[in-house]
């Protein structure tokens, strides 16, 4: 049974990347995680006592620290989710998606290639690719063009995860998936920050004029691709994750108020986000061709499992939009 050192697994796709592998009953997993805003322990809470799982707090640009897990966990392979993940506030300050993003990513290369870890997966982002007109789709060798802090602090990391491969001959493979969504997504990203603000009847805020697009993928599916790029894939490729399913986001916002069966006067158009991408787009086909993997859920059944999830958890984002969140919603959205 090998081991694998999950970072970021507190966090959204980590926790069901953690417990997609733990359910799968092959591997053992360590998990490192900072806890920031955004890594919650309780997205985990129903296998903490799996004697195949492990939890360890530590900062990814804590080199010691990193060395430490290392050195006493021991982990044949890792997969590495963990970053700041949002765009609005890294338009705010990017200092920590600097730091961990860039600096964390460094660290952790570092410490793998220094115990000869068998592979390295850096889980990125297609917004590396920057922003597509109405037509076409980003392919592994579109150019890197990011538009935000955060795209950019990511794009940073694939390129040091790529130097690590040309010089260093280490086993590191990338993966840019596109919008997931699911269950355990915190309640700052599109799809669970309508769902919430609808059941509490708040304002629903569309940035601009709501026609940007996404390609949004059940963050099952993602975390499945994950693990056939990490037993399949070849050293130093890049694969393209994406779920065939483009949307504007007023159409997804339309499609949760009705599913929740609420009043489309609650969406309020808002100013528009600085440097907004306006629509992303993947084509999948090389993970397909070459790994045999393409999304199970479409949209519209997943849509409305994740629509379901919310409802069933309450407690669960009521706990997490109180708290940290609430300051930073204030910034946000506060002055509109
Ligand atoms: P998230 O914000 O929900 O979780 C990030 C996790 O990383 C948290 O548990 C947090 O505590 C941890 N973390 C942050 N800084 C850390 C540090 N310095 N040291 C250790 N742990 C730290 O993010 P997510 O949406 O689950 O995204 C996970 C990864 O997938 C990210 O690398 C992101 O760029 C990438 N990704 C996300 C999406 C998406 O739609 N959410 C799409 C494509 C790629
Ligand atoms: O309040 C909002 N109103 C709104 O109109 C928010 C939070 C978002 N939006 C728009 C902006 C985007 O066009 O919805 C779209 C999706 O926004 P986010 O959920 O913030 O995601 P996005 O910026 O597309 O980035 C996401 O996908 C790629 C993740 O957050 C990244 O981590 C991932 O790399």
Redesign the pocket.
């Known amino acids: 049974m090998s081991k694998i050192l999950v970072?970021?697994?507190?966090?959204?796709?980590?926790s069901n990347f953690v417990r997609l592998m733990l359910a799968r009953g092959e591997h053992q997993i360590v998990n490192?995680?900072?806890?920031?805003y955004?890594?919650n322990l309780e997205n985990l809470g129903d296998v903490e006592s799996d004697p195949n799982y492990a939890f360890v707090r530590?900062?990814?640009?804590d080199r010691k620290a990193v060395e430490g897990v290392f050195e006493s966990h021991k982990p044949d392979c890792v997969v590495h989710?963990?970053?700041?993940?949002?765009v609005d506030r890294s338009v705010l300050d990017a200092t920590a998606f600097v730091t961990?993003n860039v600096l964390?990513t460094q660290v952790l290369l570092d410490v793998s290639r220094g115990v000869g870890v068998s592979r390295f997966v850096h889980?990125?982002?297609?917004e590396v690719y920057g922003s597509l007109g109405p037509t076409g789709l980003f392919t592994e060798e579109s150019p890197l063009q990011p538009n935000s802090p955060y795209s950019a602090s990511?794009t940073g990391s694939d390129l040091l995860v790529r130097a690590a491969f040309h010089t260093h001959k280490f086993p590191a493979l990338i993966t840019r998936?596109?919008?997931?969504y699911g269950p355990f997504?915190?309640p700052e990203?599109l799809i669970p920050l309508m769902i919430a603000n609808a059941l509490e009847g708040k304002p629903l805020p569309v940035y601009g004029d709501g026609k940007n697009v996404r390609d949004w993928i059940y963050v099952e599916d993602h975390c499945d691709a994950i693990a056939r790029v990490l037993e399949k894939g070849r050293d130093g490729e890049v694969y393209n994750i994406g779920g065939n399913e483009e949307r504007e986001n007023i159409w997804v916002v339309k499609k949760i108020l009705e599913l929740l069966g609420k009043s489309e006067d609650l969406i309020q158009y808002v100013t528009d986000r600085p440097g907004h991408d306006r629509r992303y787009a993947i084509d999948g086909s090389k993970i397909e061709r070459e790994l045999g993997w393409k999304p199970k859920h479409d949209f519209a059944s997943g849509l409305e499992a994740t629509v379901q999830w919310y409802l069933d958890n309450r407690e669960w984002w009521e706990r997490v939009r109180s708290g940290a969140y609430r300051d930073y919603y204030e910034r946000q959205y506060g002055n509109r």
């Open positions: 970072t970021g697994g507190a966090g959204f796709i980590g490192l995680d900072a806890l920031t955004a890594g530590a900062d990814i640009s989710f963990a970053a700041e993940s949002h961990t964390g889980v990125s982002t297609d990511k998936c596109s919008n997931n997504q915190f990203k």
